[in-house]
């Protein structure tokens, strides 16, 4: 479609935004209006450099700084961020993602994800692997969201997807019923890892990190599968963990 016929289409059917249903101001290359995409509760060092909880900031700084929960008990993969708080803004827009089925959604979210740590998507990483969802589930919504989160990344970043290299080997609960240790239990080997995936730095990207329970056995069981490194990448991390 030329340039002319898409002025056409705007003027005549003109682009709201799916969060708030304003409508987008011209020119904006992803389908979020600017109030939404400013509102989005974007993480600010400094944090964890393992987990990428948010930490309180120090005079002179720890460099690098590290919660007490991986000081006591380092987790399996080497470091995780996410681009934001699940709050607010950016949680309605999760939401409309995965439950009202709107995936252009996903193309600002991981916009936000390269804004907050594209750095970490360098020539080192090999390969991103997003968490994969029960197959039932992903047949009732129709896609997998951190798939398509992954490929919007992979087209900025020049990395390839490996969607194969991890996969779910057993259902399990939905993660948003259960407590802490509720959480572990429920995704004790529920994976399984590709030897594909052997000597590779992976990068897992996920949608949301709550307890770090899912990203913590997909890291476990591909580094059991030879992984050399395991990163993740989320769009949001939830602050107050549910007990």
Not at 72 to 98: C, I, N
Not at 152 to 176: C, D, E, F, I, N
């Amino acid at each position: 479609m030329n340039a002319w016929a898409t002025a056409v289409l705007d003027l005549l059917y003109p682009a709201r935004c799916p969060l708030c249903d304003r409508g987008l101001d011209a020119g904006r290359r992803d389908p979020v209006c600017r109030d939404c995409w400013t509102g989005f509760d974007r993480i600010e060092p400094p944090f964890c450099a393992r987990c990428g909880l948010p930490l309180p900031s120090f005079d002179p700084p720890a460099a690098p700084p590290r919660c007490y929960g991986c000081l006591a008990s380092p987790p399996p993969f080497e470091y995780a961020r996410a681009a934001g708080a699940y709050t607010g803004v950016l949680r309605d827009a999760l939401h409309t993602l995965k439950f009202s089925g709107k995936r252009s959604v996903a193309r600002p979210l991981a916009s936000l994800m390269l804004e907050r740590c594209g750095a970490l998507l360098g020539p080192h990483v090999d390969a991103l692997v997003p968490v994969p969802l029960a197959r039932e589930r992903e047949r009732e919504r129709g896609f997998n969201q951190a798939a398509l989160l992954a490929g919007h990344l992979a087209s900025a970043s020049g990395l390839p997807v490996k969607s194969h290299w991890l996969s779910r080997s057993r259902g399990t609960r939905p993660q948003s019923e259960l407590t802490v240790g509720e959480r572990r239990a429920n995704v004790a080997r529920a994976f399984s890892a590709s030897p594909r995936a052997a000597g590779a730095h992976v990068v897992l990207v996920d949608d949301i990190v709550t307890t770090g329970a899912t990203a913590a056995e997909c890291a476990r069981t591909l580094r059991a599968a030879g992984a050399r490194t395991v990163g993740v990448l989320a769009v949001a991390r939830v602050l107050a963990v549910p007990l």
